[in-house]
């Protein structure tokens, strides 16, 4: 059956109780890496809220008697070409990462909802225009959409953000609609109907609750390639604007002038990009396992 | 008890589903899903409804609910023509008549809980809400059997029996006149099929609305039915009371259908199958009479003429030319 219960599917995998610690305890059992994955991203959670207290230094603040500091006490990850602190930097930076990446998957994920639930339930030429508008969507690549996006919009980090957005829109919707097309049939629909409940108010309270579990999987494992993307278009000059520390553009200027001298300032963003990524995709990947039964052993 | 006003009258009602193929979407054919199909369901009546899978059961089932829309023919339901209502009329409507599913686990949404699913009809027709609307719920789930406590439990924590409760407690929640039965208990255990059975009795007694009572058990279909209609190809072939149509049956498909039951007795030698073959595909139905490919008793005219429900006796209609119209004794 295409309706998957999260907690069913939990409990019936073996995690007994529904309190948050044991429910751990069970993804660290049975899924490792996805509970590594899990942590990672906690941290980089932890990291973007506490960014004022661990960052040490602010991380706009130029000191020019410390310019390319080597890693040292004073300054763990060294400092840039403007004395910048970089460990600073990268935990400011996990703000602008955090917030392109949620925002933009939130954003995204919405409207692919609201087009899937739409072109799976209403079918007929609705449905034959959003696949099409998809189509057409999905033939460019992530990064060259964004790419666009930001340069007709300019870039700024609600721009950023929608920029990321848009091209995630078709991805979604593609899943949600073909959850909706298998759901339509289920009897639990026809029942629905008899009950003389009005289509709209069908769509939002059988049909969408029941596709929510594999949007839960899809959105995390989208939220590393946002994550990545903003790192890409600001490694490009297309991303979130100076002095604003974002990882991509801590990159891009420093990659062609430093990585000999300075190797520090590429090493360490590079670490955080993919840690970023790593995390949610390993945290992903276990949420898709669990929630898929033919996935199980 | 069908000589008054019928609660539910279904006349020459007629289903037809385009079979579509290649790119530009060409009808190719057509499923004659329920060719011509009429019948009558009084007050307070079980009429039972026998057929093989595949021959309209529940497409006549969806049809009279509207949740498929008929090709042609006309639905009444006290008296009111429901075959083209309007939406908003329908939707008023739809209170006279539920339906109970085959699959007690497709047809419960697995993320509400019991008392909402049963309480929901009450909330979309602005019955009850609140405080009344648990007191409405729990009433019902008492009805059908089951406790007022588990109205917070989700669908999985139920067994199939308790399952089918809930579907029968969502039916009963709006009063209906009419309950549509699709195979309600085919995908029951045999100990739970029987209390479920007795439970729909019992409910009918206590309510006195109708059934229409779909099955192809026909053990089942003899145990709740007053009267029984027997279905091939899309089209009512007999239509009796039950003590009837079991005593005497005239139509050679309901004698090869009522012949086919197993009994439990192993010394009992099993008579040649008075039929064989498959049913034709509905998509190309045979001329004439739609049974004659596996009739034993075939003659030039079924292949040709079709033949139409005639009178073989009191309250007992039969379509077959044998014995000028009156089926075989």
Known sequence: MAVINYDSELRRAGAHSTRGWRKFAFLAQRHLLGAVGLVIMVLFVLAALLADFIGRYDPLSVDSLHRLAAPSAQHWLGTDSFGRDVWSRIVHGARISLAVGVGSTLLGSSIGVIVGLASGYLSGWVDLVFQRVTDILQALPLLVLALVMTAALGPSLPNVIIAIAIPLIPTVARVIRANTLALRELPFIEAAKSIGMSETRIALRHVLPNTLAPLIVLATAQLGSTILTEASLSFLGLGIPEPYPSWGRMLSESAAEYVRTAPWLVIFPGIAISLAVFGTNLFGDALRDILDPRQRG | ?329
């Open chain 2, 1 to 329: 008890m069908t000589d008054a006003t019928p609660l539910l009258e279904v006349t020459d009602l007629i289903k037809h589903y385009a079979v579509r193929g290649g790119v530009l979407r060409r009808r190719v054919g057509t499923v004659h899903a329920v060719d011509g199909v009429s019948f009558t369901v009084g007050v307070g009546e079980t009429l039972g409804m026998v057929g093989e899978s595949g021959c309209g059961k529940s497409t006549v089932a969806r049809s009279i609910l509207r949740l498929v829309e008929p090709t042609s023919g006309s639905i009444h339901l006290n008296g009111l023509d429901i075959t083209h209502l309007g939406k908003a009329d329908l939707r008023e409507h739809r209170r006279s008549m539920q339906i109970i599913f085959q699959d007690p686990f497709a047809s419960l949404n697995p993320r509400m809980t019991a008392g909402d699913i049963v309480g929901e009809p009450l909330s979309v027709h602005g019955l009850a809400t609140g405080r009344a609307r648990d007191e409405r719920v729990a009433e019902l789930f008492d009805q059908v059997g089951l406790r007022a406590d588990q109205m917070q439990n989700y669908p999985h924590q139920f067994s199939g029996g308790q399952r089918q409760r809930i579907c029968i407690a969502r039916a009963l929640s709006l009063g209906p006149d009419l309950i549509v039965c699709d195979e309600p208990v085919s995908a029951l255990d045999v100990s739970i099929q029987a209390q479920v059975i007795n439970l729909l009795i019992d409910l009918q007694r206590r309510h006195g609305f109708s059934y229409l009572f779909i099955a192809h058990d026909l053990a089942v279909v003899a145990h709740i039915s007053h009267r029984v209609a027997v279905m091939y190809l899309g089209r009512i072939v007999e239509i009796a009371d039950k003590t009837e149509l079991f005593a005497n049956p005239r139509h050679p498909y309901t004698q090869a259908l009522l012949a086919s039951v197993p009994v439990a007795d192993p010394k009992k030698k099993t008579l040649k199958p008075l039929i064989d073959g498959d049913v034709p595909s509905p998509i190309n139905p045979p001329s004439g009479c739609a049974f004659h490919t596996r009739c034993r008793y075939v003659m030039e005219r079924c292949r040709i003429e079709t033949p139409v429900l005639a009178d073989a006796g009191t309250k007992h209609q039969v379509a077959c030319f044998l014995n000028e119209g009156t089926g075989r004794a």
